[in-house]
């Protein structure tokens, strides 16, 4: 089969799966959340305590921190082997360290919210003896990993610096579309509905609400991110797991095993997350359909166009 053959037949695979999957949570997002928070989020209650969607809330948006100061980190040891410009090398090789450690320190602080959130207070403040607890364990998570991306051959460094860039870019692409998403669809989050046991505030995830009054959601529900249900955020994190599959290609893996390995591990992952967002009323089917969809497309848009050279785009168009 010819390389336009396989890329007709992926796009119109993908767009079948994501278009029934699309229509499927259309017309029922509303009972498959009712279903799935049964046993896990009480009446009334806008944060759920079961133990799955804490883990999967938790975990969740690691793979987004820890693939990005990853990236950082190759660049770090690439400027550091081959750099010969003493000054300028000196100031990206603080650049790269500093935007590691800020990445490490990120998740492990908002690992802590969460179990604060849960456990001790309503907004998850922290406490400032966990915020140097925090800032130590990104430092010391920083060291550890320079050391070891350090072991890498010049080989791997060079190869893998491309990935690093794709990466980073992609990423940083992604957030800020879920994020400018959000704002203006000012979807209701179910579990701000079952918190004041009304229901009526439901909308399908294509109608745009706009943010209501901050200050009647901190009234109601003790936080502001009440109206920010669609897309899911958590889901796109996840799905960075997806980059993995392009340092597969950029280091020519030939297993088969071990590259199919990869991509059901990342979408195994990003599917666990999604079904846990939905678990803990954070999150309708449709809002972790669309993001996991959105960091998905991402990395496969940076591999065609930075590593395939627009490959399979250009095939659709031969003769």
């Known amino acids: 089969m010819n390389l336009k053959k396989r890329t007709v037949i992926s796009v119109c695979l993908f767009m079948l799966i994501f278009g029934g999957l699309l229509i499927t949570a259309t017309f029922t997002d509303l009972q498959v959340s009712t279903f799935l928070t049964k046993f896990s989020l009480p009446q009334g209650q806008y944060y759920a305590d079961d133990i799955f969607g804490v883990v999967f809330e938790t975990i969740g948006t690691s ?108 990423m940083i692409a992604a957030v800020l579309t879920v994020q400018i998403i959000k704002e ?13 046991n009304d229901f009526s505030g439901y909308t399908r995830w294509y109608v745009a609400n706009g943010q209501p009054d901050k200050e009647m959601m901190l009234t109601l529900f003790g936080t502001t991110d009440a109206y920010k249900s669609f897309p899911s955020g958590h889901t796109r994190a996840a799905a960075a797991t997806f980059y993995l599959t392009t340092v597969v290609d950029i280091l ?31 999150h309708f089917f449709s809002d972790v359909l669309i993001g996991g969809t959105i960091g998905f497309l991402y990395v496969i848009l940076s591999k065609e166009f930075f590593i395939c050279g627009c490959s399979h785009i250009k095939s659709l168009f031969r003769k």
């Open 63 to 170: 793979p987004e921190y820890f693939i990005g100061a990853f990236a950082a980190q190759i660049i770090l040891i690439y400027i550091t082997r081959f750099w010969e410009n003493k000054a300028f090398k000196t100031v990206l090789q603080a650049i790269c360290l500093m935007g590691s450690c800020i990445l490490y320190s990120a998740w492990f602080k908002e690992m802590f919210k969460y179990i604060f959130r849960h456990f001790e207070t309503v907004d998850g403040s922290l406490p400032t003896f966990i915020l140097g607890v925090v800032a130590f364990l990104g430092i010391l998570t920083t060291v550890f990993a320079t050391l070891a991306v350090n072991n890498f051959s010049d080989d791997s460094i060079k190869k893998l610096l491309k990935f690093s860039f794709i990466t980073l870019f992609a």
């Open 184 to 196: 203006p669809m000012g979807r209701m989050r179910y579990r701000a509905m079952n918190t004041i």
């Open 252 to 282: 020519n893996v030939k297993d088969k095993w071990k590259k199919a390995a990869v991509w059901i591990g990342a979408f195994l992952f990003t599917a666990l997350v999604a079904v846990s967002r939905i678990m803990v009323g954070a």
